[in-house]
T-cell receptor
Framework: GAVVSQHPSRVICKSGTSVKIECRSLDFQATTMFWYRQFPKQSLMLMAT?????????EQGVEKDKFLINHASLTLSTLTVTSAHPEDSSFYIC???????????FGQGTRLTVV | SQQGEEDPQALSIQEGENATMNCSYKTSINNLQWYRQNSGRGLVHLILIRSNEREKHSGRLRVTLDTSKKSSSLLITASRAADTASYFC?????????????FGQGTTLQVKP
């Protein structure tokens, strides 16, 4: 299957700082990428849909000014958690699809800890 | 809110036994997928079943789909300790297969050696 690489896998940051997470499709062009958030022992919650060259579409309840998404190319989407707080600590996972296939390919996830 | 509910939330079995997990969803779907997640890791795609299919097999996995009951089941036969993980069903609500998935709550499976 196609490979999606997410970086970093773990990050610890101080409250008030911003953290950028990258999601790259390594061997295909991803017209659409998705960002999910997962709290411990819970399921994945869709945060936003990222389309190359256009603004991201955020799910209800997700603050777009806090979670900045940029999909500048067909192989890269970034999620920036701005002014991070301890409650933003979570596991963030991206997925990517070409749009013409049914399977979405997931990154390895990023464990964010805000101290 | 999440689309699906899964049961059981947790399942513990002995190696060699079969494990069955169930997933229910609320709205019409285009397809339903099952994923596995090892602790703290990303998701691994297991199997996809389309809305016009009733059963699908892949190795030791068997998935059924009942659209009239809006439910699906995942059966893992002859389980192994390496099958220990969390299992999630996910539904793609769009008719154009965008890859936008809504996940169920998940079942945590423990297979004891």
């Amino acid at each position: 299957g196609a490979v999606v690489s997410q970086h970093p896998s773990r990050v610890i940051c101080k409250s008030g700082t911003s953290v950028k997470i990258e999601c790259r499709s390594l061997d295909f062009q991803a017209t659409t990428m998705f960002w999910y958030r997962q709290f411990p022992k819970q399921s994945l919650m869709l945060m936003a849909t990222s389309n190359e060259g256009s603004k991201a579409t955020y799910e209800q309840g997700v603050e777009k000014d806090k979670f900045l998404i940029n999909h500048a190319s067909l192989t890269l989407s970034t999620l920036t958690v701005t002014s991070a707080h301890p409650e933003d600590s979570s596991f963030y996972i991206c997925s990517a699809t070409t749009g013409d296939q049914t399977e979405a390919f997931f990154g390895q996830g990023t464990r964010l800890t805000v101290v | 809110s999440q689309q699906g509910e899964e049961d059981p939330q947790a399942l513990s079995i002995q190696e060699g036994e079969n494990a069955t997990m169930n997933c229910s969803y609320k709205t019409s779907i285009n397809n339903l997928q099952w994923y596995r997640q090892n602790s703290g890791r990303g998701l691994v795609h297991l199997i996809l079943i389309r809305s016009n299919e009733r059963e699908k097999h892949s190795g030791r996995l068997r998935v059924t789909l009942d659209t009239s009951k809006k439910s699906s089941s995942l059966l893992i036969t002859a389980s192994r300790a390496a099958d220990t993980a969390s299992y999630f069903c996910a539904t793609d609500l769009s008719s154009s297969n965008t890859g936008k998935l809504i996940f169920g709550q998940g079942t945590t499976l423990q297979v004891k050696p």
